[in-house]
């Protein structure tokens, strides 16, 4: 997809499962500290449900990206 038509909130999606998806890698097979790394992802993901602040979705939006509702 495009820059044009992928949404912010799935760039969200796309960058938070990646970065689950490498912690678990990293604790695997460097150190299992890395694990905080997931923890941090998930805690994050959690209070944005709650407080609609994600910081990982300004930085997002700074690249260019619109949300769904942008895109309507």
């Keep these: 997809m495009s820059k044009k038509t992928m949404s912010a909130e799935r760039v969200l999606m796309a960058f938070a499962g990646s970065m689950v998806?490498?912690?678990?890698?990293?604790?695997?097979?460097?150190?299992?500290?890395?694990?905080?790394l997931t923890v941090f992802v998930g805690a994050n993901l959690f209070q944005s449900a709650f407080t609609g602040f994600c910081p990982a979705m300004?930085?997002?939006?700074k690249l260019g990206f619109k949300t769904e509702k942008e895109l309507a």
């Design 21 to 36: 998806l490498i912690s678990v890698l990293l604790t695997w097979f460097v150190h299992h500290y890395w694990l905080w």
């Design 58 to 61: 300004m930085m997002i939006k």
